[in-house]
């Protein structure tokens, strides 16, 4: 497995003094990967050119304006010449033998396994101790295992499969369309819900991603999945939307719950809308609950229930 080539991809946007260290832990590898390409989205802080200067030809510079993460990877896997592809972000770095456990799981597996991810911990966070399969349930005595059914876990609302974690064989990321650029969120665990049907996934049971969490760095995203911002409720309604259409999905046990996360993010969007007395962006989220076969009566009750929960808990903190 270790003749295989690997391609790392780091999109990066603006993260000039963080970006180095990531790609020092990529070329810290004990297996070196076969090239390291850094999309630059965009950025205005000379990044791009700080690399150049730092690394020379060991890394691939590729320029875009900006379009998001989604679109810098899907850049880089076009671009890529390696048989596997795996991504980091320019926030967070690789343990020495992620690449190399990755690469042995696989070679155990076999052929059927187009996808391996590891463990994952978050950095600069006292308050985050858990591991990412911690919070997520994945216990594995054995270094080495296998996921049999990934779509269980998503559809229950957890995910395991770090995008900074993943091991992809390029051949699947390109099958089926690389990562969704109309989604802000997400489009990671909309990447690994449509492999789910194209391969199988084992993983390496060790921390081998540190993952920035620091509280005192604006991060973006993760900031915006706490807000009332239409952005987030859109991707959402995009992401279980495409998933219930998926010819694989349609009469499965998976509709029924991924149909109800579709549910919750029309209630919690309109509510958002109606508290900022958007009445025509709140009626149009409203016909979505209606073409799931809620009735006036329920949404309405639905929406004063939740007011009526969150106004008293408010008063319980104050």
């Known amino acids: 497995m270790s003749s295989m080539k690997v391609s790392a991809l780091i999109p990066t946007y603006n993260r000039r003094a963080q970006i180095v260290q990531a790609i020092e832990s990529v070329l810290a590898q004990t297996v070196p990967v076969d090239e390291i390409i850094v999309v630059d989205d965009g950025s205005t ?43 980091l972000d320019s926030d967070d770095v690789w343990l020495p033998t992620k690449i190399e456990r990755q690469l042995e799981a696989l070679g155990i597996f076999g ?19 858990s591991s990412v399969f911690d919070e997520t349930g994945i216990n594995s005595e054995a270094r080495f ?27 699947l990321l390109r099958d089926i369309g690389g990562f969704d650029e109309a989604l ?6 909309d990447l690994v819900f449509r492999l789910s049907f194209a391969t ?10 540190v993952i920035d969490r620091d509280p005192s760095r604006v991060i973006g995203l993760c900031k915006l999945i706490a807000t ?9 309604e995009r992401l279980y939307a495409k998933w219930l259409a998926m010819p694989a999905v349609v009469g499965t046990n998976y509709e029924p719950p991924i149909r109800e996360m579709l549910r919750r993010t029309y209630y919690s969007s309109t509510a958002a809308k109606i508290h900022e007395l958007r009445i025509g962006p709140a009626i149009r989220t409203i016909a979505g609950l209606r073409s799931l076969g809620d009735s006036y ?12 929960k969150k106004l008293r808990r408010s008063q319980i903190d104050s």
């Open 184 to 189: 802000m969120i997400g489009e990671d665990t």
């Open 297 to 308: 009566l329920l949404i309405i009750s639905k929406l004063f229930y939740s007011k009526i």
């Open 45 to 87: 802080d000379g990044t791009a050119d700080a690399i150049r200067s730092q690394f020379g030809s060991r890394v691939i510079v590729l320029m875009q304006q900006n379009g998001g993460a989604a679109a810098a990877r899907n850049r880089g896997i076009q671009e890529a010449r390696g048989e596997w592809i795996t991504f």
């Open 145 to 171: 295992g296998a996921i049999d059914k990934p779509l269980t876990l998503l559809v229950a609302g957890w995910n395991p499969f770090v995008v900074q974690s993943l091991l992809v064989r390029r051949s």
């Open 111 to 129: 052929d059927e396994f187009g996808l391996c991810f590891t463990d994952s911990v978050y950095g600069g966070n006292v308050n985050m101790k």
């Open 228 to 236: 009332r911002d239409d952005r987030k409720y859109d991707s959402l």
């Open 200 to 209: 199988r996934f084992c993983f390496v049971a060790e921390q081998l991603v």
